[in-house]
C-alpha cells in the first residue's frame, strides 16, 4: 500500500502542474477580451483614465448605443464584412478543392513545377502588389467594390490553401479511388462522393482560415474601398475610434473590437474539432 501511494505522489504533482500550467494559459488569452469587454462598459472618463482601472465606477451602454448610430450603423459594415468574408471563403474553398485534387489525383506536364510556383507566391509580400491590384479591379471595373475586395482575399489566401488541399488529398489511401472506380464512379464522382467527405476537415480549415484572414483584413479594404458606405468592420473603426480633437476614444474603440471578435470566436469554437483535424491532415506530408 505504501508503494502504490507513493508511484501514485508523482502522478498527482504532474496532474496538478498539467492543469495549473493549462489555467494559466487560459486567463492569459481571455484576460485581453475580458479588458476589452469592460472598457466597452466604462464611460468616457472612466475609458480614458490614467492609469487604467479594471473595475469601472459605472457601468453603461453609452459606446454600443454611438456605434449604432456612427456612419449607416454598425450593423451596416457588419453585413459588408459578412458578405466579403463569405465570398471568399466559397472562392477558396471551391477553387484550392479543385486545385488540391488536380495536384494530388492527376499526372500533367509541369506538375510540380507549377505548384512551386504557387508556393512561391507565399514569399511575396502582399503589399508590394497592391497598385498592380488596383490597376487591373479598375480595369476590370471592381474597384470600390465588396466583390472586388472578395476577390483579392482570395487570392491572397489560395497558395496556403492549395497546400493544405493537396496535403488532404495525399493522405487518402490510392486504394480507395481503385476500388470507387471499380464501382464506376468517374472523376467527377470521385470527388463529390468519396474524396470530399473524407476530407471535410481539410475543407473546413481552408474555410475558416479564409474567414479569419478576410473578416481582419485592413489594409486592402482601406485601399480599394473609397466609398464610406462600403467599408467592412475594421476600417469603419479606425473612423469612429477618434474622439475630441483626434483623441481616442477608447470606450468606443473596444465596444467595436468586442463586437468584430464575437463572430470568429464563435465560429472558431464550433469548427475546432473539424479545425484541428484538417490542420494535422494538411501538415501530414
Known sequence: MARVA??????AYKRIAYYGACSSLVVLLALPLVWSFVTSLK???????????LIPSALTLENYAKLLHYGDGIFHYFSNSLIVAMLTVIGVVLLSTLAGYGFSRFSFRGKNVLFVVILITLM???????????LVLRALSLQNTLVGLA????????????????????????DLDDAAKIDGCDSKELLTRVLLPVVLPGVITVGLFAFLASWNEFLAALIFL????KYTLPVMLLNAQSGYLGTVDWGLMQAGIFISVLPCAILFLLLQRYYMSGLIAGSIK
Not at 6 to 11: D, G, I, L, T, V
Not at 43 to 53: E, I, L, M, W
Not at 156 to 161: D, G, K, N, R, T
Not at 226 to 229: E, G, K, L, P, R
Open 6 to 11: 507513493q508511484e501514485s505522489e508523482p502522478k
Open 43 to 53: 464611460t468616457p472618463a472612466d475609458a480614458n483614465g490614467s492609469p487604467p482601472n
Open 124 to 134: 511575396i509580400p502582399f503589399q508590394s502588389i497592391l497598385t498592380p491590384l488596383f
Open 151 to 174: 476577390l483579392v482575399n482570395t487570392t491572397f489566401q489560395l497558395p496556403f490553401s492549395v497546400f493544405m488541399m493537396r496535403n488532404s488529398f495525399d493522405s487518402i489511401p490510392r
Open 226 to 229: 473609397t466609398d464610406a458606405d
